[in-house]
């Protein structure tokens, strides 16, 4: 590859990474100009940690032949197990003990598994390349861009292969850790804000008093029993207690398209906004069906293995909201704010009083119709602590609930109104 190619590789990149490129589009586009340059790559990996509550990084790959591989991986925690066999086993772990920032590898080098591996696959030479973050720009573990690149040839990585590749692939480094970096934020957004409060702070909402006017409906939810349970119990159960059913309640509400904006110890504030508030109300209602279904699924799953068990109280309402920044130029929450937020949570309150563990406000109830309106039955009138007026609240039916499953007609009235 002559320095003129090598240019226009490295001017590619630089636009590449600017734009925003896809990671996957950036290898493989990568390694087809690199071959048409003269560089007889025959498969690229390129992959780097990452700030995920999951995992632990994602990878891309090409390679000159068709397969049934999938360009993009993600994995998981490579600090025991299998895993962490494999990782030591790499030549990358081997380049961060000894400070290497290159390695070339030839196919009877047989002291790494993932060499050996694409020995078999008919590559013959490999060369690895490490490039590392200066603290500074350290995210978690995301220090380093890791890559491997192959070549059938039997001449392999010469010098001039390496020098080629010692300026072209830290610009691919840039553009690929460019690329993590938005990733990144927008995980971070969505884990600790919400998805629709994170799309919006990431569009640019993020002045302090920016708020919209909304009509939503609002989910209000916690846990039966949690604060003697917590007593009870080993306090290293607890916090996995309280993840196994903010689990499933947030599961729920994100199948449904609801957006949790806050969990407050056990509890779980959320909204449903749709233009049309008919849509909303439903939407909420089959998360609320489905939470009752995670619920048992939990159950038999603790109770199997001798750990403590509950259930929650929910309930939902319908009112205007603001929706935005509130606090000071130092700490912001993108969150709901008003009198229906109060309300919905009174309203939960209330289900402890009343004995349901499911309640909703005359507000929500009007949308529904008369074909909503027919499954929920009255548990009275009642003053809401805090709230100047009293409230009709609803509950469904008793006898639609069976072993915390909606009946068929409830679930048939759900589907058939999408």
């Given at each position: ?119 078999g696959d008919g590559h ?214 008003g009198p229906a937020v ?30 909503g309106k027919r499954h ?43």
């Amino acid at each position: 590859m002559d320095l003129t190619s090598r240019l226009e590789i490295m001017n590619w990149l630089a636009g590449a990474g600017l734009s925003g490129i896809a990671e996957t589009d950036l290898v493989r586009e990568f390694c087809e100009r690199s071959r048409a340059a003269g560089l007889d790559l025959s498969r690229g990996l390129v992959f780097i940690d990452t700030l995920h509550p999951i995992f632990e990084g994602q990878g891309f790959r090409w390679s000159d032949v068709e397969s049934n591989e999938s360009d993009t991986f993600e994995y998981g925690s490579t600090s025991e197990g299998e895993a962490a066999e494999n990782w030591q086993r790499s030549p990358f772990y081997a380049m961060l003990q000894t400070g290497e920032n290159e390695m070339r590898i030839s196919h009877d080098d047989e002291r790494f598994k993932m060499t050996l591996k694409l020995v078999g696959d008919g590559h013959k030479h490999f060369a690895t390349f490490v490039h590392r973050f200066s603290d500074s720009s350290i995210i978690g573990e995301m220090d380093c861009v890791y890559s491997l690149w192959c070549m059938r040839h039997p001449s392999g990585f010469d010098d001039t292969a390496m020098s080629a590749l010692r300026d072209i692939v830290p610009l691919l480094g840039l553009a690929v850790k460019s690329a993590a970096n938005a990733r990144v934020a927008r995980t971070l957004g969505h884990v600790y804000l919400g998805r629709d409060a994170a799309e919006r702070v990431l569009s640019g909402r993020i002045s302090r008093g920016v708020a919209d006017r909304i009509n939503a409906v609002l989910w209000f939810s916690d846990l039966r029993g949690s604060t003697a349970i917590g007593e009870a119990i080993d306090p290293a159960e607890f916090i996995p207690f309280l993840n196994d059913y903010a689990g499933a309640a947030i599961d729920a509400i994100h199948d449904e398209g609801g957006d949790v904006l806050k969990l407050i110890g056990d509890g779980v504030l959320a909204i449903f906004n749709n233009d049309d508030m008919g849509v909303a109300r439903r939407a909420a209602l089959r998360a609320e069906n489905q939470f009752r279904k995670n619920i048992e699924t939990l159950n038999e799953r603790r109770s199997s293995e001798g750990r403590p068990t509950t259930s929650a109280y929910v309930a939902l309402h319908v009112g205007e909201v603001f929706y935005g920044n509130i606090g000071s130029e130092e700490r912001l929450d993108f969150t709901v704010v008003g009198p229906a937020v109060n309300e919905v949570s009174r309203i939960a309150s209330m289900c402890r009083s009343v004995e349901r563990e499911f309640l909703v406000s005359s507000a929500f109830l009007d949308g529904l119709g008369a074909a909503g309106k027919r499954h929920f039955v009255s548990t009275g009138r009642y003053a809401l602590r805090g709230i100047g007026r009293a409230q009709d609240l609803f509950t469904l039916d008793p006898a639609i609930r069976t072993e915390g499953h909606a009946a068929s007609p409830f679930e048939q009235y759900l589907r058939d109104r999408g």
